[in-house]
């Protein structure tokens, strides 16, 4: 078993930048994939970036070029800098990893990005 937390969010004006930071109770090495997701009130729940353990990585449309995804296997973390925030990025953001065809998912930090 491994627990994922989130930290990081918060009340941010539009056009600034938060970084959020997921730490694991255990080695990351063997997730294959890292990621974030967030889900916005009356949405599904939709993936931000992924990271792969050699680092490759995968972002949604709506973001790309003001997020980036990455990753410390030393540390145990994976992060998510975000920058140019709108306030369509309101949501709640979480962890997500993937080891051994398994699923784990942090409790989730809320952004509010204001207009």
């Known amino acids: 078993q491994v627990q994922l937390v989130e930290s990081g969010g918060g009340l941010v004006q539009a056009g600034g930048s938060l970084r959020l930071s997921c730490a694991a109770s255990?080695?990351?090495?063997?997730?294959?994939?890292m990621g974030w997701y967030r889900q916005a009130p009356g949405k599904q729940r939709e993936l931000v970036a992924q990271?792969?353990?050699?680092?490759?990585?995968q972002y949604a449309d709506p973001v790309k070029g003001r997020f980036t995804i990455s990753r410390d296997n030393a540390k145990n973390t994976v992060s998510l800098q975000m920058n140019s925030l709108k306030p369509e990025d309101t949501a709640v953001y979480y962890c997500?990893?993937?080891?051994?065809?398994?699923?784990?998912w942090g409790q989730g930090t809320q952004v509010t990005v204001s207009s």
């Open positions: 990271i792969t353990m050699r680092g490759a990585t």
């Open positions: 997500n990893g993937v080891s051994v065809s398994v699923g784990y």
């Open positions: 255990r080695s990351i090495v063997s997730f294959n994939v």
